[in-house]
């Protein structure tokens, strides 16, 4: 194997997200028709393992206690064992206690890799290459979605459903790739030591409410964008999963691009592109009348996804080199104060009007779309923000943008 490659901290990035794809990717995409067929779950038990998966989420916040303890590095890769032995077992036994279990072992090693690997992210590449890189790692888990997708699609055209192999071979995968970070990546030291207390800076404020808002405008599209489509449309699931392989396509053709796009016209002209876009979609979503303007609107919400690299590059310009692996954990929390109370409340509006439901995700994204206009056209440390005062230079002057 070539060594200056498996010197290179964003391999190891890139490893850690192609395990993370293909483990999670199966659990989900396999989840709903194994409780159904083999563990005969109702909307009571499918919920109650919903909720279930979003604890961890929630308490992203203690991965910075656990790093007192072990190296980010060394962390990750655990936590990308931990997601693997989750989905590994996941059908041993179709039992609803079993399955709660295996949810939690499971989303405890996915929130806990996914925070960590945003920190090591925004740790390891410079300000200039973040936008392209984080891209071309949006890529690279779209084309694991579509190697993933496509093998279980046709795997399930010519055999019938074994849920154990699909999930050991998934989870073993995850293993095997971690085992492999664990022995050929030598460990990177930190550039800068992170700080190991729990904290939330008035600084960071704008980021902290774009993070939330994200949170939410993300929950009102996995959960009632494609519910949508099967309710109102009848969407069948082999369309649905076809959908979603054009969806991971056309992640991996763009998302690179869009990573260009951000380093060369900026954090606030970027969000606003998306927010704008994101109003039309949603309230768009409340009126369609047709599935194919349902499908094209789907598409077009699932692009949108890749324009949120922005706000990650935007608070590693503002942020102190030390924070970052703090601030992580607690903006994954963040991000997951959505995901705990939205689908309930928004569940008993669906009962009454669907519509409204998206109009109340196109009135976050005009929320999302006021706050990106205080973005500075040059953030930095001291200037995070267009309310604080111009960064003045030696000369006691201040400095235009």
Not at 26 to 38: K, S
Not at 343 to 357: E, R, S, T
Request: charged letters at 10%; hydrophobic letters at 55%.
């Amino acid at each position: 194997m070539n060594r200056p490659l498996l010197q290179n901290r964003k391999t190891l990035l890139f490893m850690l997200a192609i395990g993370n794809t293909i483990a999670f990717t199966t659990w989900q995409v396999l989840l709903n028709n194994f409780v159904v067929e083999r563990a005969a779950f109702t909307g009571e038990e499918i919920g109650i393992l919903q909720s279930l998966r979003e604890i961890p989420g929630f308490l992203a916040f203690t991965a910075i206690l656990v790093m007192i303890f072990i190296r980010q590095q060394t962390f990750a890769i655990l936590a990308l064992i931990t997601l693997g032995i989750g989905t590994a077992i996941t059908a041993f036994y179709p039992d609803a206690l079993w399955l709660y279990f295996t949810t939690i072992v499971m989303s405890i090693g996915f929130h806990y890799l996914e925070t960590l690997h945003n920190s090591l992210s925004l740790q390891w590449l410079s300000i200039h290459e973040a936008p392209r890189v984080l891209g071309q790692l949006l890529s690279i888990r779209a084309i694991c979605n579509l190697i993933v997708l496509g093998t279980i699609y046709l795997y399930f055209l010519f055999f019938t459903a074994n849920y154990f192999l699909i999930y050991m071979l998934a989870g073993s995968a995850a293993i095997i790739i971690a085992f492999i970070c664990w022995t050929v990546f030598p460990h990177f030291e930190d550039r800068v030591e992170q700080k190991k207390t729990l904290f939330l800076r008035r600084e960071y404020w704008l980021y902290y409410l774009l993070t939330f808002l994200a949170g939410a405008r993300r929950q009102i599209f996995v959960v009632f964008a494609a519910f949508l489509m099967v309710e109102k449309f009848e969407f069948p699931i082999a369309n649905l999963v076809l959908l979603t392989l054009v969806n991971a396509v056309l992640t991996f053709w763009f998302a690179p691009k869009i990573g260009a796009l951000i380093s060369f016209i900026g954090e606030r002209r970027a969000l606003t592109i998306e927010y704008v876009g994101l109003i039309i979609i949603f309230v768009s979503y409340a009126f369609v009348k047709t599935i194919e303007v349902a499908i094209a609107l789907y598409l077009l919400d699932h692009l949108f996804f890749a324009m949120a690299i922005a706000i990650k590059t935007y608070f590693q310009k503002i942020a102190d080199p030390s924070h970052i692996a703090a601030t992580s954990s607690i903006s994954f929390t963040i991000n997951h104060i959505a995901a705990v109370i939205l689908p309930a409340v928004l569940g008993f509006l669906w009962v009454i009007d669907h519509g409204a439901v998206f109009l109340v995700g196109a009135g976050i994204a005009a929320g999302s779309l006021a706050l990106t206009q205080l973005i500075p056209d040059k953030p930095e440390q001291g200037y995070e923000t267009r309310w604080v005062q111009w960064p003045v230079n030696s000369r006691g002057s201040q400095i235009p943008e």
